[in-house]
Protein backbone atom coordinates (compact mmCIF):
# COMPACT_ATOMS: atom_id res chain seq x y z
CA UNK A 1 0.00 0.00 0.00
CA UNK A 2 1.68 3.13 -1.02
CA UNK A 3 1.51 6.68 0.93
CA UNK A 4 0.45 9.94 -0.71
CA UNK A 5 4.01 10.68 -0.18
CA UNK A 6 5.67 7.44 -2.29
CA UNK A 7 2.81 8.11 -4.72
CA UNK A 8 4.71 11.76 -5.49
CA UNK A 9 8.01 10.30 -5.62
CA UNK A 10 6.84 7.48 -7.82
CA UNK A 11 5.16 10.13 -9.84
CA UNK A 12 8.28 12.27 -10.28
CA UNK A 13 10.24 9.44 -10.89
CA UNK A 14 8.02 8.18 -13.70
CA UNK A 15 8.86 11.53 -15.02
CA UNK A 16 12.39 11.32 -14.91
CA UNK A 17 12.23 7.58 -16.79
CA UNK A 18 10.14 9.64 -19.37
CA UNK A 19 13.03 12.15 -19.75
CA UNK A 20 10.03 14.75 -19.20
CA UNK A 21 12.33 16.27 -16.36
CA UNK A 22 16.15 16.27 -14.88
CA UNK A 23 17.43 14.11 -12.03
CA UNK A 24 18.29 17.48 -10.91
CA UNK A 25 14.63 18.85 -11.21
CA UNK A 26 13.54 15.88 -9.65
CA UNK A 27 15.59 15.93 -6.49
CA UNK A 28 14.88 19.82 -5.81
CA UNK A 29 11.33 18.74 -6.54
CA UNK A 30 11.57 16.05 -3.96
CA UNK A 31 14.13 17.84 -1.80
CA UNK A 32 16.59 14.70 -2.18
CA UNK A 33 20.02 14.49 -3.40
CA UNK A 34 20.74 13.78 -6.77
CA UNK A 35 22.54 10.65 -5.55
CA UNK A 36 19.70 9.56 -3.68
CA UNK A 37 17.29 10.12 -7.07
CA UNK A 38 19.70 8.35 -8.71
CA UNK A 39 19.12 5.48 -6.46
CA UNK A 40 15.92 6.06 -6.26
CA UNK A 41 15.86 5.54 -9.71
CA UNK A 42 17.61 2.67 -9.91
CA UNK A 43 15.06 0.44 -7.96
CA UNK A 44 12.33 1.41 -9.79
CA UNK A 45 13.93 0.40 -13.18
CA UNK A 46 14.93 -3.04 -11.56
CA UNK A 47 11.97 -3.25 -8.45
CA UNK A 48 9.27 -1.57 -10.33
CA UNK A 49 6.93 1.18 -8.13
CA UNK A 50 7.66 -0.50 -4.75
CA UNK A 51 11.09 0.61 -5.56
CA UNK A 52 9.99 4.13 -4.16
CA UNK A 53 9.35 2.80 -0.76
CA UNK A 54 11.70 3.30 2.04
CA UNK A 55 13.82 -0.20 2.89
CA UNK A 56 13.27 0.78 6.30
CA UNK A 57 9.67 0.99 6.83
CA UNK A 58 8.19 -0.95 9.74
CA UNK A 59 11.55 -1.43 11.18
CA UNK A 60 13.11 -0.06 14.48
CA UNK A 61 16.10 2.21 13.73
CA UNK A 62 19.47 0.26 14.08
CA UNK A 63 20.70 4.26 15.21
CA UNK A 64 18.29 4.53 17.88
CA UNK A 65 19.82 4.88 21.52
CA UNK A 66 18.89 3.22 24.12
CA UNK A 67 16.31 5.02 26.79
CA UNK A 68 18.88 4.94 29.45
CA UNK A 69 20.99 7.00 27.32
CA UNK A 70 18.32 8.95 27.24
CA UNK A 71 17.64 9.65 30.87
CA UNK A 72 20.91 10.14 31.41
CA UNK A 73 21.62 12.92 29.08
CA UNK A 74 18.22 14.82 29.85
CA UNK A 75 20.19 14.26 34.00
CA UNK A 76 23.24 16.18 32.85
CA UNK A 77 21.21 18.67 30.73
CA UNK A 78 19.30 19.61 34.17
CA UNK A 79 22.17 19.66 36.32
CA UNK A 80 25.01 20.79 34.10
CA UNK A 81 23.80 22.83 30.66
CA UNK A 82 20.41 24.15 31.91
CA UNK A 83 19.49 27.24 29.03
CA UNK A 84 21.85 25.36 26.46
CA UNK A 85 20.16 25.21 23.05
CA UNK A 86 20.07 21.86 21.77
CA UNK A 87 23.32 22.47 19.06
CA UNK A 88 25.28 23.47 22.16
CA UNK A 89 24.15 21.10 24.67
CA UNK A 90 24.89 18.07 22.17
CA UNK A 91 28.19 19.69 21.75
CA UNK A 92 29.43 20.29 24.55
CA UNK A 93 27.85 16.44 25.57
CA UNK A 94 30.02 14.87 23.64
CA UNK A 95 33.48 17.47 24.45
CA UNK A 96 32.94 17.00 28.25
CA UNK A 97 31.15 13.83 28.66
CA UNK A 98 31.75 11.76 25.47
CA UNK A 99 28.34 11.54 24.85
CA UNK A 100 27.24 11.20 21.33
CA UNK A 101 23.76 12.98 20.48
CA UNK A 102 22.75 15.12 17.43
CA UNK A 103 21.20 18.44 18.20
CA UNK A 104 17.69 17.61 16.56
CA UNK A 105 17.64 14.12 18.64
CA UNK A 106 18.64 16.29 22.07
CA UNK A 107 15.73 18.73 21.16
CA UNK A 108 13.46 16.23 20.97
CA UNK A 109 13.85 15.33 24.13
CA UNK A 110 14.29 18.39 25.50
CA UNK A 111 10.74 19.43 24.01
CA UNK A 112 9.42 16.24 25.23
CA UNK A 113 10.37 16.77 29.09
CA UNK A 114 9.79 20.23 29.08
CA UNK A 115 13.03 20.97 29.43
CA UNK A 116 13.26 23.79 26.08
CA UNK A 117 10.82 25.45 24.27
CA UNK A 118 10.42 26.23 20.60
CA UNK A 119 12.24 29.44 19.69
CA UNK A 120 10.68 32.02 17.12
CA UNK A 121 12.93 32.98 14.49
CA UNK A 122 13.32 36.89 12.82
CA UNK A 123 11.93 36.94 9.78
CA UNK A 124 14.41 37.01 6.62
CA UNK A 125 14.57 39.94 4.62
CA UNK A 126 12.06 39.06 1.34
CA UNK A 127 13.94 38.30 -2.21
CA UNK A 128 12.41 38.43 -5.38
CA UNK A 129 11.23 34.55 -6.30
CA UNK A 130 11.60 33.00 -9.73
CA UNK A 131 8.93 31.28 -11.33
CA UNK A 132 8.67 27.46 -10.64
CA UNK A 133 9.83 25.61 -13.85
CA UNK A 134 7.05 22.88 -14.32
CA UNK A 135 3.78 23.41 -14.71
CA UNK A 136 1.79 21.71 -12.10
CA UNK A 137 4.94 22.11 -9.67
CA UNK A 138 3.43 24.99 -7.73
CA UNK A 139 -0.55 26.51 -7.54
CA UNK A 140 -0.90 29.97 -5.72
CA UNK A 141 -4.22 30.10 -4.41
CA UNK A 142 -6.41 32.66 -2.35
CA UNK A 143 -10.01 34.51 -1.80
CA UNK A 144 -10.72 37.71 -3.27
CA UNK A 145 -13.53 39.76 -1.78
CA UNK A 146 -14.85 42.38 -4.15
CA UNK A 147 -17.93 44.17 -5.39
CA UNK A 148 -17.91 41.70 -8.68
CA UNK A 149 -21.18 42.50 -9.89
CA UNK A 150 -21.27 45.98 -9.37
CA UNK A 151 -24.39 46.14 -6.97
CA UNK A 152 -26.10 43.48 -9.83
CA UNK A 153 -26.60 40.87 -7.05
CA UNK A 154 -25.01 39.44 -4.08
CA UNK A 155 -21.48 39.81 -2.31
CA UNK A 156 -19.35 37.00 -2.77
CA UNK A 157 -15.28 36.11 -3.21
CA UNK A 158 -13.76 34.46 -6.35
CA UNK A 159 -11.72 31.52 -4.77
CA UNK A 160 -8.43 32.10 -7.62
CA UNK A 161 -5.68 29.48 -8.23
CA UNK A 162 -3.04 30.29 -10.40
CA UNK A 163 -0.24 28.04 -12.14
CA UNK A 164 2.79 29.23 -10.55
CA UNK A 165 5.15 28.51 -13.93
CA UNK A 166 2.83 29.66 -16.79
CA UNK A 167 0.19 31.85 -15.24
CA UNK A 168 -2.83 29.56 -16.16
CA UNK A 169 -5.84 30.60 -14.13
CA UNK A 170 -8.37 29.30 -12.20
CA UNK A 171 -11.93 29.85 -9.99
CA UNK A 172 -15.08 29.65 -8.89
CA UNK A 173 -17.47 32.61 -6.84
CA UNK A 174 -18.88 31.51 -3.31
CA UNK A 175 -20.54 33.17 -1.15
CA UNK A 176 -17.94 33.40 1.59
CA UNK A 177 -14.01 32.69 1.89
CA UNK A 178 -13.98 29.51 4.33
CA UNK A 179 -13.40 25.78 4.15
CA UNK A 180 -16.35 24.15 2.17
CA UNK A 181 -15.45 26.65 -0.20
CA UNK A 182 -11.56 25.84 -0.62
CA UNK A 183 -12.45 22.65 -0.72
CA UNK A 184 -14.75 22.45 -3.52
CA UNK A 185 -12.98 24.99 -5.46
CA UNK A 186 -10.41 22.78 -4.61
CA UNK A 187 -11.97 19.40 -6.29
CA UNK A 188 -13.29 21.80 -9.32
CA UNK A 189 -9.34 22.19 -9.73
CA UNK A 190 -8.28 18.56 -9.45
CA UNK A 191 -11.12 17.20 -11.94
CA UNK A 192 -9.53 20.08 -14.42
CA UNK A 193 -6.11 19.63 -14.47
CA UNK A 194 -5.00 17.55 -11.65
CA UNK A 195 -3.35 17.08 -8.49
CA UNK A 196 -0.55 19.56 -8.41
CA UNK A 197 2.66 18.59 -6.28
CA UNK A 198 2.57 21.76 -3.83
CA UNK A 199 0.47 24.64 -3.08
CA UNK A 200 0.88 28.41 -2.00
CA UNK A 201 -1.35 29.67 1.08
CA UNK A 202 -1.71 32.66 3.01
CA UNK A 203 -2.23 32.18 7.11
CA UNK A 204 -6.13 32.81 6.34
CA UNK A 205 -7.62 30.60 9.28
CA UNK A 206 -9.41 28.47 6.41
CA UNK A 207 -5.27 27.50 5.30
CA UNK A 208 -3.37 27.20 8.86
CA UNK A 209 -5.23 26.50 12.34
CA UNK A 210 -4.95 29.58 14.41
CA UNK A 211 -4.32 26.48 17.04
CA UNK A 212 -1.15 25.94 19.30
CA UNK A 213 0.37 22.56 18.83
CA UNK A 214 0.68 19.64 20.83
CA UNK A 215 3.94 18.32 22.50
CA UNK A 216 2.96 14.93 20.12
CA UNK A 217 2.65 17.22 16.91
CA UNK A 218 5.75 19.67 17.65
CA UNK A 219 8.22 16.25 18.31
CA UNK A 220 6.73 15.00 14.84
CA UNK A 221 7.38 18.61 12.84
CA UNK A 222 4.11 19.40 12.78
CA UNK A 223 1.31 22.04 13.31
CA UNK A 224 -2.16 21.69 14.29
CA UNK A 225 -4.13 21.67 11.05
CA UNK A 226 -6.70 23.05 9.35
CA UNK A 227 -9.14 20.79 7.33
CA UNK A 228 -8.14 22.31 4.13
CA UNK A 229 -4.54 21.09 5.72
CA UNK A 230 -5.91 17.84 5.80
CA UNK A 231 -7.20 16.94 3.14
CA UNK A 232 -3.92 18.33 1.15
CA UNK A 233 -1.40 16.34 3.07
CA UNK A 234 -3.62 13.25 2.16
CA UNK A 235 -3.67 14.05 -0.75
CA UNK A 236 -0.06 14.12 -0.81
CA UNK A 237 0.28 18.14 -1.70
CA UNK A 238 2.83 20.22 -0.03
CA UNK A 239 1.55 23.31 1.68
CA UNK A 240 3.91 26.21 1.91
CA UNK A 241 2.29 29.01 3.65
CA UNK A 242 3.53 33.01 2.92
CA UNK A 243 4.51 34.70 5.58
CA UNK A 244 3.74 38.36 4.02
CA UNK A 245 0.69 39.90 1.42
CA UNK A 246 4.07 40.86 -0.88
CA UNK A 247 4.85 37.32 -0.68
CA UNK A 248 1.89 36.63 -2.58
CA UNK A 249 2.63 39.19 -5.65
CA UNK A 250 1.84 37.13 -8.23
CA UNK A 251 -1.95 35.75 -7.76
CA UNK A 252 -2.59 39.60 -6.20
CA UNK A 253 -1.67 40.54 -9.24
CA UNK A 254 -3.71 37.65 -10.61
CA UNK A 255 -6.68 39.22 -9.23
CA UNK A 256 -5.77 42.75 -9.87
CA UNK A 257 -6.53 41.37 -13.75
CA UNK A 258 -9.78 39.84 -13.03
CA UNK A 259 -11.42 43.04 -11.22
CA UNK A 260 -10.61 44.80 -14.39
CA UNK A 261 -11.55 42.82 -17.21
CA UNK A 262 -14.19 39.74 -15.95
CA UNK A 263 -16.31 42.42 -14.11
CA UNK A 264 -16.54 44.00 -17.61
CA UNK A 265 -17.46 41.06 -18.92
CA UNK A 266 -19.80 39.99 -16.68
CA UNK A 267 -21.83 43.72 -16.98
CA UNK A 268 -21.57 43.15 -20.58
CA UNK A 269 -23.60 40.05 -20.35
CA UNK A 270 -25.74 41.65 -17.14
CA UNK A 271 -24.79 38.58 -15.07
CA UNK A 272 -26.26 39.28 -11.73
CA UNK A 273 -26.10 35.54 -9.66
CA UNK A 274 -23.27 33.27 -8.38
CA UNK A 275 -25.01 30.37 -10.80
CA UNK A 276 -24.61 32.44 -13.91
CA UNK A 277 -21.30 33.99 -13.14
CA UNK A 278 -20.02 30.26 -12.49
CA UNK A 279 -21.34 29.07 -15.72
CA UNK A 280 -19.76 32.38 -17.33
CA UNK A 281 -16.13 31.12 -15.77
CA UNK A 282 -16.16 27.49 -17.65
CA UNK A 283 -15.97 29.60 -20.94
CA UNK A 284 -14.14 32.16 -19.90
CA UNK A 285 -11.21 30.47 -18.20
CA UNK A 286 -9.49 28.98 -21.44
CA UNK A 287 -9.87 33.13 -23.12
CA UNK A 288 -8.08 33.86 -20.44
CA UNK A 289 -5.17 31.32 -20.59
CA UNK A 290 -4.64 31.67 -24.20
CA UNK A 291 -4.57 35.45 -23.47
CA UNK A 292 -2.23 35.86 -20.16
CA UNK A 293 -0.65 32.33 -19.68
CA UNK A 294 3.30 31.91 -20.52
CA UNK A 295 5.21 28.97 -21.36
CA UNK A 296 6.90 27.32 -18.95
CA UNK A 297 11.02 27.16 -18.53
CA UNK A 298 10.71 23.00 -18.40
CA UNK A 299 9.34 20.60 -20.86
CA UNK A 300 6.22 18.51 -19.06
CA UNK A 301 3.08 18.26 -17.00
CA UNK A 302 3.97 17.79 -13.29
CA UNK A 303 -0.25 17.48 -12.34
CA UNK A 304 -0.82 14.00 -11.17
CA UNK A 305 -4.05 12.09 -12.14
CA UNK A 306 -6.39 10.93 -9.43
CA UNK A 307 -4.90 7.26 -8.15
CA UNK A 308 -7.47 4.35 -9.06
CA UNK A 309 -9.74 3.62 -6.04
CA UNK A 310 -9.38 6.58 -4.22
CA UNK A 311 -13.04 8.39 -3.64
CA UNK A 312 -12.40 12.15 -3.65
CA UNK A 313 -15.36 12.76 -1.85
CA UNK A 314 -14.00 11.28 1.35
CA UNK A 315 -10.85 13.78 1.22
CA UNK A 316 -12.62 16.64 0.64
CA UNK A 317 -14.68 17.53 3.57
CA UNK A 318 -15.12 18.27 6.61
CA UNK A 319 -14.11 15.04 9.18
CA UNK A 320 -15.79 14.88 13.12
CA UNK A 321 -15.41 11.96 15.11
CA UNK A 322 -18.35 11.05 17.18
CA UNK A 323 -19.72 8.15 19.40
CA UNK A 324 -22.57 5.50 18.11
CA UNK A 325 -25.57 5.13 20.94
CA UNK A 326 -26.62 2.73 22.20
CA UNK A 327 -29.57 3.01 20.21
CA UNK A 328 -27.66 3.27 17.11
CA UNK A 329 -28.08 6.71 17.22
CA UNK A 330 -25.20 9.59 15.79
CA UNK A 331 -26.06 13.24 16.89
CA UNK A 332 -24.11 15.57 14.61
CA UNK A 333 -24.76 19.57 14.03
CA UNK A 334 -28.04 19.26 15.75
CA UNK A 335 -29.23 16.81 14.02
CA UNK A 336 -29.72 12.79 14.83
CA UNK A 337 -29.08 10.57 12.69
CA UNK A 338 -30.41 6.58 12.69
CA UNK A 339 -27.71 4.20 11.69
CA UNK A 340 -29.44 1.46 9.48
CA UNK A 341 -26.31 -1.05 8.83
CA UNK A 342 -25.26 -3.61 11.85
CA UNK A 343 -21.86 -2.24 13.40
CA UNK A 344 -20.99 -2.18 17.25
CA UNK A 345 -21.06 0.84 19.32
CA UNK A 346 -18.66 2.97 19.44
CA UNK A 347 -16.45 5.68 17.26
CA UNK A 348 -17.30 6.83 13.93
CA UNK A 349 -16.73 9.54 11.84
CA UNK A 350 -19.04 11.79 10.24
CA UNK A 351 -17.75 13.38 7.16
CA UNK A 352 -19.79 16.41 5.48
CA UNK A 353 -19.55 17.44 2.34
CA UNK A 354 -19.48 20.65 0.46
CA UNK A 355 -22.59 19.86 -1.54
CA UNK A 356 -23.70 19.56 2.19
CA UNK A 357 -24.40 16.03 2.19
CA UNK A 358 -23.42 13.81 5.33
CA UNK A 359 -21.28 10.28 4.98
CA UNK A 360 -21.21 8.06 8.44
CA UNK A 361 -18.24 5.74 8.30
CA UNK A 362 -17.13 3.22 10.80
CA UNK A 363 -13.46 1.62 10.30
CA UNK A 364 -13.64 3.71 6.36
CA UNK A 365 -17.03 1.23 5.65
CA UNK A 366 -19.77 3.95 5.14
CA UNK A 367 -22.89 3.20 6.83
CA UNK A 368 -26.42 3.58 5.68
CA UNK A 369 -28.58 5.80 7.90
CA UNK A 370 -31.90 7.67 7.99
CA UNK A 371 -32.12 11.19 9.32
CA UNK A 372 -34.53 11.48 12.31
CA UNK A 373 -37.01 14.15 11.73
CA UNK A 374 -39.01 14.40 15.69
CA UNK A 375 -37.19 13.10 17.88
CA UNK A 376 -39.14 11.53 21.04
CA UNK A 377 -40.52 13.95 23.42
CA UNK A 378 -39.34 12.59 27.03
CA UNK A 379 -42.50 12.75 29.43
CA UNK A 380 -42.20 14.51 32.04
CA UNK A 381 -42.92 13.36 35.82
CA UNK A 382 -45.06 15.63 37.89
CA UNK A 383 -44.24 16.32 41.12
CA UNK A 384 -46.07 14.45 44.08
CA UNK A 385 -48.93 16.06 45.84
CA UNK A 386 -48.86 15.83 49.47
CA UNK A 387 -51.73 18.62 49.78
CA UNK A 388 -51.43 21.61 51.92
CA UNK A 389 -48.81 22.08 54.41
CA UNK A 390 -50.40 21.51 58.01
CA UNK A 391 -49.91 24.26 60.53
CA UNK A 392 -49.65 23.72 64.46
CA UNK A 393 -50.13 26.71 66.81
CA UNK A 394 -47.90 25.57 70.03
CA UNK A 395 -50.20 26.39 73.22
CA UNK A 396 -49.91 29.44 75.43
CA UNK A 397 -47.86 27.51 78.20
CA UNK A 398 -45.45 26.04 75.54
CA UNK A 399 -41.22 26.27 76.19
CA UNK A 400 -40.82 28.26 73.28
CA UNK A 401 -43.17 30.71 74.28
CA UNK A 402 -42.10 31.52 78.27
CA UNK A 403 -37.76 30.80 77.35
CA UNK A 404 -36.10 33.93 78.52
CA UNK A 405 -32.64 34.91 77.27
CA UNK A 406 -30.19 34.94 80.00
CA UNK A 407 -28.17 33.12 83.11
CA UNK A 408 -30.26 31.64 85.52
CA UNK A 409 -33.34 32.66 83.83
CA UNK A 410 -34.92 29.42 82.86
CA UNK A 411 -37.44 28.11 85.09
CA UNK A 412 -38.10 24.29 83.98
CA UNK A 413 -41.40 24.66 86.31
CA UNK A 414 -42.76 27.21 83.58
CA UNK A 415 -41.61 24.54 80.56
CA UNK A 416 -43.76 21.58 82.13
CA UNK A 417 -46.49 24.03 83.08
CA UNK A 418 -45.85 23.35 87.26
CA UNK A 419 -47.10 26.24 89.76
CA UNK A 420 -44.17 27.78 91.28
Known amino acids: MFRQGELKRLHVIRKVLEKVVKQVEAAEILSLSCRQVQRVVRRVKGEGDKGVIHKSRGKVSNRRLGDGVRERVIKLYRKRYPGFGPTLASEKLLEREKIKVSDETLRGWLLASGDWKKVRRRRVHRQWRERREHLGEMVQMDGSHHDWFEGRGPKCVLMGYIDDATGEGFGRFYEYEGTMPALDSFGGYIQRCGIPLSIYLDKHTTYKSPGKASLEEELQGIGPLSEFERALGELGVEVIHAHSPQAKGRIERFFGTLQDRLVKEMRLRGIKSIAEANRFLEEYWPIYNRK ?34 NDFTVAYNKK ?24 ILSKDRSLKYREILTRPVKEKKQPMRTGPPKTTIPPKDHYWRNFKFGKGRYDPGISTGSKL
Open 336 to 359: LYQIEDPVRVGQVKVHERPDGSIA
Open 292 to 325: FAVRARGEGDLHRSLPKGLNLDNILCVKAGRVLR
